[in-house]
């Protein structure tokens, strides 16, 4: 007979957390952030407190966030993957393309969003270098 905690690790194994895209959306501004993760309630919880907290990544977002407050936001799963369809060692990349897809499709950059583009990221990276 399994004990209680190997019975939660394989369910929990076998039961994986939502993983894909979400977005955060400003709802004063309209401006949209969109990431991914590999749990996305756990990065839904981990947002809000990081925002809480005054320590979120994106200091564009967390500046709004000061701003406007906490109800000018809101949280949404724009799309997930189907863990049961993709073999595991494929979820990381597949949770990729799904959220560049939605980066192509919604062009959340400059007015519209809070993301960077990559190669903008790339030239903010290597000037902070030198």
Same mark, same amino acid.
Do not use: H
């Given at each position: 007979m399994m004990d209680r905690r190997k019975e939660l690790k394989l369910a929990y194994k076998l039961n994986p957390r939502p993983m894909g895209v979400y977005q955060i959306k400003n709802t004063v501004s309209g401006k949209i952030l969109i990431g991914s993760s590999m749990n996305l309630?756990? =990065?839904?919880?981990? @947002?809000?407190?990081?925002?809480?907290?005054? @320590?979120? &990544?994106?200091?564009? *977002?967390?500046?709004?966030w000061n701003e406007y407050g906490p109800d000018a936001f809101v949280f949404a799963?724009?799309? +997930?993957?189907?863990?049961?369809?993709i073999p595991e060692?494929?979820?990381? =990349?597949? *949770? @990729?393309?799904?959220e560049e897809k939605w980066l192509? +499709? *919604?062009? &959340?950059?400059g007015d519209n969003?809070?993301?960077?583009? =990559?190669?903008?990221?790339?030239k903010s990276v290597t000037a902070e270098k030198s």
């Amino acid at each position: 007979m399994m004990d209680r905690r190997k019975e939660l690790k394989l369910a929990y194994k076998l039961n994986p957390r939502p993983m894909g895209v979400y977005q955060i959306k400003n709802t004063v501004s309209g401006k949209i952030l969109i990431g991914s993760s590999m749990n996305l309630p756990g =990065k839904d919880n981990s @947002s809000r407190f990081q925002l809480e907290l005054n @320590s979120f &990544p994106n200091k564009a *977002v967390q500046a709004d966030w000061n701003e406007y407050g906490p109800d000018a936001f809101v949280f949404a799963i724009l799309e +997930t993957i189907k863990p049961q369809e993709i073999p595991e060692y494929e979820w990381r =990349k597949a *949770v @990729s393309a799904l959220e560049e897809k939605w980066l192509d +499709t *919604v062009q &959340p950059y400059g007015d519209n969003g809070y993301n960077i583009r =990559k190669d903008e990221r790339k030239k903010s990276v290597t000037a902070e270098k030198s």
